[in-house]
Each structure stands twice: as C-alpha cells, then as structure tokens.
C-alpha cells in the first residue's frame, strides 16, 4: 500500500512540474514575443493591417519555424533558438 501511494506522490508531482515548465516557457516566450515579435504583429498577436502582419494567436512552433526560416520578414530572426520558437509559440497558444 505505501509503494502504491509514493507511486501516486510521484506521478502527481510530475505533474505539477510539467504544468510549472509550461507556465514558465509562456513567461518566457511572452518576453521574446513582447521584444521582437509585438511590432509588427501586435501586443496581443491581433495582427497588424498597418505592418500587413496577420494575427499569430494560437501559431505552433512548427508554423513559426517555418516562418522565421523562409519569410523575408523574419530574416532577423534565425537565430533564434528551437527552445525560444517553442517558447513563444506556448506563449501563442495563450492568446487563443
Ligand atoms: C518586420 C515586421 C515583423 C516582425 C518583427 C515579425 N513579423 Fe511575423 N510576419 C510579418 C508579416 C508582414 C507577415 C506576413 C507574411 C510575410 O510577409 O512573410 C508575417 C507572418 C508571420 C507568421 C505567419 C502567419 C500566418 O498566418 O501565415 C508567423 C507565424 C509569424 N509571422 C511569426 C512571427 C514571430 C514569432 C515573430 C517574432 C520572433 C515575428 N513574426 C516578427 C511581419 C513581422
């Protein structure tokens, strides 16, 4: 019975500490966002019709990786790490 329960404690602390890394990956990629990407797109991602930029609300990072590597637009921005793209894509998909 005491293994079943520190078998229940652990799962359910895994949990937990997926769901912090997921709310911490939004604060960061808020930041990253806020920094290089809400000019042009807006600060709630609404899209820009002035900078001919469309929403990005709910974008994966599959879709910003793609864009980042082929857009004109987004040439200064390849640097940008796999990690940061997922980043603000987690920070995306709070938008929605
Ligand atoms: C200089 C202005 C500018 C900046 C800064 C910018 N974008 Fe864009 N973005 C655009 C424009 C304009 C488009 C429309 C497609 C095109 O011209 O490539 C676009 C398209 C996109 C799309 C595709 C949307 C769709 O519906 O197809 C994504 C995703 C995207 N941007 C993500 C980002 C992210 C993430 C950042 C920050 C790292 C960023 N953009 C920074 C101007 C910008």
Known sequence: MKKVLSGIAV??????????????DAANGEKTYKAKCA??????????????APAVKGKT?????????????HAGFKSLSADEVKEIAA?????K
Do not use: D, W
């Not at 359910?12 to 997921?22: D, E, K, Q, Y």
């Not at 920070?91 to 938008?95: E, P, S």
């Open 11 to 24: 799962v359910a602390a895994l949990c937990f500490a997926g769901s912090v890394v997921r709310a911490q």
């Open 39 to 52: 000019g042009c797109h807006g600060a709630n991602a609404e899209g820009k019709p002035a900078m001919k």
């Open 61 to 73: 990072a599959e879709e910003i990786q793609k864009q980042i590597s082929t857009s004109p637009k």
């Open 91 to 95: 920070y995306l998909a709070t938008l």
